[in-house]
C-alpha cells in the first residue's frame, strides 16, 4: 500500500488530503489543458476509486473526490501513463501555473508553458506551496483577477511583459527571455526574504516594501478583460458547471466531443472545437444563469472542517441575487470557494451563519448566529439585496 502523506488542506495527486468522503487528490494538467484521452482517463479513475465527483478548483486543477488509501498506487500509476503527474511530490509543488484558455495554434502562450512547466520541473527552488506563475499573453488579461506571483503578460503595446504581481508595472521581456526571467525574479523573491516558513506571497511582499529589479517602470499592462461568462466564441465552447463540481459522466461526455478541454479558474470549462452549447447534467450553457451568480465550498458532509451544508442553501439564494452581485456561502472561516471579496458572504460557525457585506470571510460581520430559516424566510431584506 502506498503511504499517503497529509499536508495541510492543499490536496495533490502525490499528496491527496483527507476529506468528509474519503481523500481527495488534485491533478494539474500541464498548460492547463487535457486531451479527449486524459479526460477519459479521469473520468475513468473517478468511476473506478472514488465516489464519481470531481471539482474544477480556482487553480484550474481538477480533483479526484472519495478516494480510499488502497486506490492511490493505481491511481498514480495511471496517471503516470497518461503523462498527468511529475516524478515527485516536491517537483509536483512548484509546477503551480495558470494559463489562459483563449489561446490559439500558433500564439505566444502554449510554447511559454511548455518552457516554463519544464523549467519548474529541473529542480526544486523551494517556493510556498501557494506562490504561482500566469501565462497570460493574449490581447487582454484575463488572469488579471485570478491570484498568481509571476506574471508573463502582453503589454499595452503588444509585446511580452513580466510583471510582479503588486508591481503596477512590468519589465518588457523577449519571447526567448520570458521563462528565464520568470524564474529569476521567482528567485529574487526568495532572496529578498518574501517566504517565511513555506509560506509567502509576491503582492504581501511588494505591499511591505520591497522593491524587483527593473519591475516598478517600463511596460505597462494590456487592459484587463472583462470576467468570462458561458458561450461560443472561435475556438470552441465555454461552459460552466454548477459550484466547480462535475459527475464523472459529465467529464467523459465532454471529453468525447471536444478536441481537447482546457481548465480555467472561473469553474468553466473550454471545450475545443465545439460549435454549440452542450447540454448535460451540471453544465451551466446560459452566461445569464443564476447559479453563475454564488460560489459555495464543498460543505457538509463531504468537508471535515466545515459547520454546515453550503451548495443547497446557494442554490436556493442563487435567483434572489441581482445580475452584478455575487454571493458566496463558506462553511468555515478559510474560504475556499472565494478567497476575495463578495457583495453578500455568508460564513458557517457553530452558532450560525455569520453575515459580511462587501467584503470576505476575514471581514467583521454585520450580523451573527444566523438560522438557515431566518436566511431563506426572506432572503432578499435579510441579505440586503432588495
Same mark, same amino acid.
Given at each position: 500500500m502506498t503511504s499517503v502523506a497529509i499536508k495541510g488542506w492543499c490536496p495533490s495527486a502525490h499528496r491527496p488530503m483527507h476529506s468528509g468522503d474519503g481523500l481527495v487528490a488534485r491533478i494539474r494538467p500541464r498548460g492547463g489543458r487535457l486531451s479527449s484521452a486524459q479526460a477519459v482517463a479521469i473520468a475513468d479513475l473517478a468511476e473506478r476509486y472514488g465516489n464519481r465527483l470531481i471539482d474544477l478548483t480556482g487553480r484550474a486543477n481538477l480533483q479526484i473526490r472519495g478516494l480510499c488509501a488502497e486506490a492511490h498506487a493505481p491511481l498514480l500509476a495511471t496517471l503516470a501513463q497518461f503523462g498527468l503527474i511529475d516524478a515527485d511530490a516536491e517537483i509536483e509543488s512548484q509546477r503551480n501555473m495558470l494559463v489562459t484558455p483563449f489561446w490559439t495554434d500558433g500564439d505566444d502562450t502554449q510554447w511559454l508553458a511548455v518552457q516554463l512547466e519544464r523549467a519548474l520541473s529541473v529542480g526544486c527552488l523551494g517556493l510556498p506551496a501557494k506562490f504561482g506563475f500566469a501565462v497570460d499573453c493574449g490581447d487582454e488579461r484575463v488572469l488579471a483577477p485570478n491570484s498568481a506571483d509571476v506574471r508573463i503578460e502582453r503589454s499595452a503595446d503588444g509585446g511580452l511583459m513580466l510583471r510582479a504581481d503588486g508591481c503596477p508595472a512590468g519589465h518588457p521581456v523577449a519571447r526567448q527571455q520570458a521563462v528565464p526571467a520568470?524564474?529569476?525574479?521567482?528567485?529574487?523573491?526568495?532572496?529578498?526574504?518574501?517566504?517565511?516558513?513555506?509560506?509567502?506571497?509576491? &503582492? #504581501?511582499?511588494? *505591499?511591505?516594501? &520591497?522593491?524587483?529589479?527593473?519591475?516598478?517602470?517600463?511596460?505597462?499592462?494590456?487592459?484587463? #478583460?472583462?470576467?468570462?461568462?458561458? *458561450?461560443?466564441?472561435?475556438?470552441?465552447?465555454?461552459?460552466?458547471? #454548477?459550484?466547480?463540481?462535475?459527475?464523472?459522466?459529465?467529464?467523459?461526455?465532454?471529453?468525447?466531443?471536444?478536441?481537447?478541454?482546457?481548465?480555467?479558474?472561473?469553474?468553466?470549462?473550454?471545450?475545443? *472545437?465545439?460549435?454549440?452549447?452542450?447540454?448535460?447534467?451540471?453544465?451551466?450553457?446560459?452566461?445569464?444563469?443564476?447559479?453563475?451568480?454564488?460560489?459555495?465550498?464543498? *460543505? #457538509?458532509?463531504?468537508?471535515q472542517a466545515t459547520h454546515a451544508e453550503t451548495r443547497t442553501l446557494a442554490a436556493a439564494l442563487a435567483p434572489h441575487m441581482p445580475a452584478q452581485a455575487h454571493l458566496h456561502i463558506s462553511g468555515c472561516t478559510k474560504g475556499c470557494a472565494h478567497p476575495g471579496a463578495a457583495a453578500v458572504t455568508l460564513v458557517a460557525n457553530v452558532d450560525g451563519f455569520d453575515l459580511i457585506c462587501d467584503g470576505s470571510t476575514r471581514d467583521a460581520p454585520a450580523r451573527r448566529g444566523l438560522t438557515r430559516a431566518q436566511i431563506l424566510a426572506d432572503p432578499r431584506a435579510l441579505l440586503g439585496i432588495g
Amino acid at each position: 500500500m502506498t503511504s499517503v502523506a497529509i499536508k495541510g488542506w492543499c490536496p495533490s495527486a502525490h499528496r491527496p488530503m483527507h476529506s468528509g468522503d474519503g481523500l481527495v487528490a488534485r491533478i494539474r494538467p500541464r498548460g492547463g489543458r487535457l486531451s479527449s484521452a486524459q479526460a477519459v482517463a479521469i473520468a475513468d479513475l473517478a468511476e473506478r476509486y472514488g465516489n464519481r465527483l470531481i471539482d474544477l478548483t480556482g487553480r484550474a486543477n481538477l480533483q479526484i473526490r472519495g478516494l480510499c488509501a488502497e486506490a492511490h498506487a493505481p491511481l498514480l500509476a495511471t496517471l503516470a501513463q497518461f503523462g498527468l503527474i511529475d516524478a515527485d511530490a516536491e517537483i509536483e509543488s512548484q509546477r503551480n501555473m495558470l494559463v489562459t484558455p483563449f489561446w490559439t495554434d500558433g500564439d505566444d502562450t502554449q510554447w511559454l508553458a511548455v518552457q516554463l512547466e519544464r523549467a519548474l520541473s529541473v529542480g526544486c527552488l523551494g517556493l510556498p506551496a501557494k506562490f504561482g506563475f500566469a501565462v497570460d499573453c493574449g490581447d487582454e488579461r484575463v488572469l488579471a483577477p485570478n491570484s498568481a506571483d509571476v506574471r508573463i503578460e502582453r503589454s499595452a503595446d503588444g509585446g511580452l511583459m513580466l510583471r510582479a504581481d503588486g508591481c503596477p508595472a512590468g519589465h518588457p521581456v523577449a519571447r526567448q527571455q520570458a521563462v528565464p526571467a520568470a524564474l529569476s525574479l521567482a528567485k529574487w523573491f526568495l532572496a529578498s526574504g518574501g517566504a517565511s516558513g513555506g509560506r509567502g506571497r509576491m &503582492a #504581501a511582499h511588494i *505591499g511591505n516594501g &520591497a522593491r524587483p529589479p527593473h519591475m516598478l517602470v517600463g511596460a505597462s499592462p494590456a487592459s484587463a #478583460a472583462t470576467p468570462p461568462r458561458p *458561450g461560443l466564441c472561435s475556438e470552441g465552447a465555454l461552459v460552466g458547471l #454548477a459550484f466547480g463540481q462535475l459527475l464523472s459522466t459529465t467529464l467523459r461526455f465532454l471529453a468525447e466531443r471536444a478536441a481537447g478541454l482546457r481548465m480555467t479558474p472561473w469553474r468553466m470549462i473550454f471545450a475545443e *472545437g465545439l460549435s454549440e452549447m452542450p447540454e448535460h447534467d451540471g453544465i451551466v450553457s446560459d452566461a445569464d444563469d443564476p447559479l453563475l451568480r454564488v460560489s459555495a465550498c464543498t *460543505g #457538509a458532509p463531504s468537508c471535515q472542517a466545515t459547520h454546515a451544508e453550503t451548495r443547497t442553501l446557494a442554490a436556493a439564494l442563487a435567483p434572489h441575487m441581482p445580475a452584478q452581485a455575487h454571493l458566496h456561502i463558506s462553511g468555515c472561516t478559510k474560504g475556499c470557494a472565494h478567497p476575495g471579496a463578495a457583495a453578500v458572504t455568508l460564513v458557517a460557525n457553530v452558532d450560525g451563519f455569520d453575515l459580511i457585506c462587501d467584503g470576505s470571510t476575514r471581514d467583521a460581520p454585520a450580523r451573527r448566529g444566523l438560522t438557515r430559516a431566518q436566511i431563506l424566510a426572506d432572503p432578499r431584506a435579510l441579505l440586503g439585496i432588495g
